[in-house]
């Protein structure tokens, strides 16, 4: 029931409110409910390839958020779309970008990027940020920090995907990348920072690892491991500009002294040191050359395909653990409880108590 206003009783004495008049719609209720019906439509996987094929950068987006969906209903159909697109994927160069924060990896993303768009490239930054699981936000990957880049018709940058763990996250994010292949973005950029393990998945879905550096900082300084610059393909010394232009040299060629002592590339191409200055735009068309002359190679030599087949089968075997690992878990959580409680109270031994859960499980 509606009150209807004090002010309309007849006792009242003020001021009358009358009850108004029906304002016509703003707009033509044909648009109007055209507008609706397309906002609220459920996107079929239909749709969704589709507009992915035709690049709507709408689309691919719900699309990649439906690949980040942890809803399972939204898991087989993303699947779908990703099978989907694949035939269409593959026709990219795929780029890794590490750095500690403060490294400029941002900025060279932007300097890079808007050489590669100006050179009639369309590129896609997509990013694997370790501390979003953690922090729920992204330090990584966000349009702020690229301003320029974000706002080129010819660039797509997406931020991390948010949540899971870290192998979920990178899951998802080369299944991004294939969505945006099949959009028709030729250069993928995968940003991380390094922390190790996040630097592998990248190195697991890219063609070409680059590190960006800075003079003068120690490894140490620069959390960079061993391991990760034996990932390198290419190191930039970044930051190669005013009075850092000497000690950015130096670097270069102590490092470069230094690569000569690690084991060989699978590659068969030597990693290289460049120095650029992401902040003038210096050195980043060499770096370009660089990654262009490295995948002319790789792809002569027959590394490039193989690698990326590597991947492929490393990413299934990664699935499966993965999902033997969440379902094993999930189904066995009851009696698992009643296993830690017999092993804790040395009523079995812990390999037995294993297997038994395991066994059961397989049955
Ligand atoms: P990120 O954390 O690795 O993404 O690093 P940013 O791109 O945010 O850069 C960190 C700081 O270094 C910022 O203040 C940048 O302006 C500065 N910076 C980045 N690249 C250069 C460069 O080439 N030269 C100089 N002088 N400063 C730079």
């Excluded at 009358?18 to 055209?34: E, L, Y």
């Excluded at 301003?147 to 080369?174: C, F, H, M, Q």
Aim: proline residues 4%.
């Amino acid at each position: 029931m509606t009150l209807d206003h004090p002010e309309n009783s007849p006792e009242y004495e003020g001021l009358k409110v009358n009850k108004g008049i029906p304002q016509p719609d703003a707009m033509s209720p044909d648009v109007f409910d055209r507008i609706h019906r397309i906002k609220r439509r459920v996107l079929t996987v239909d749709d969704y390839v589709e507009g992915i094929l035709k690049a709507d950068i709408n689309i691919l987006s719900q699309a990649i958020t439906l690949v980040e969906s942890a809803k399972d209903e939204h898991k087989g159909m993303a699947q779908d779309v990703i099978n989907r697109c694949l035939p269409s994927t593959g026709r990219s160069v795929r780029i890794g970008i590490t750095g500690v924060p403060g490294a400029g990896k941002s900025t060279f993303i932007e300097s890079f990027g808007k050489f590669l768009t100006s050179q009639g490239h369309k590129i896609a930054v997509l990013a694997i940020d370790p501390s979003s699981e953690r922090s729920k936000g992204s330090i990584l990957g966000d349009k702020t920090r690229m301003e320029e880049l974000a706002s080129d018709p010819n660039a797509y940058i997406r931020p991390s995907p948010s949540a899971g763990s870290l192998g979920g996250v990178a899951r998802k994010t080369r299944e991004a990348m294939f969505l945006c292949e099949a959009a028709g973005y030729d250069i993928i950029l995968i940003e991380t920072v390094g922390v190790g393990q996040s630097e592998i998945a990248v190195h697991s879905m890219v063609d070409f690892f680059l590190l960006i550096q800075i003079a003068g900082a120690g490894d140490e300084l620069q959390g960079i491991k061993r391991g990760i610059m034996e990932m390198a393909d290419t190191i930039v010394i970044n930051k190669a500009d005013g009075s850092n232009v000497q000690r950015a040299e130096l670097s270069k060629s102590q490092l470069q002294t230094a690569l000569h002592f690690f084991p060989p590339h699978e590659s068969g191409v030597e990693p290289k040191v460049l120095t650029a200055s992401a902040y003038e735009k210096k050195g980043i068309k060499e770096i370009w050359d660089n990654i262009l002359e490295y995948c002319n190679k790789t792809q002569q030599n027959g590394y490039f395909e193989s690698k990326r087949g590597e991947q492929s089968k490393y990413w299934m075997y990664e699935t499966i653990n993965e999902q033997l690992r969440d379902r094993f878990y999930s189904k066995q959580k009851e009696r698992i409880k009643v296993e830690e409680q017999r092993v804790i109270n040395n009523e079995i031994s812990s390999f037995t108590a294993a297997f038994e859960l395991l066994d059961d499980y397989f049955k």
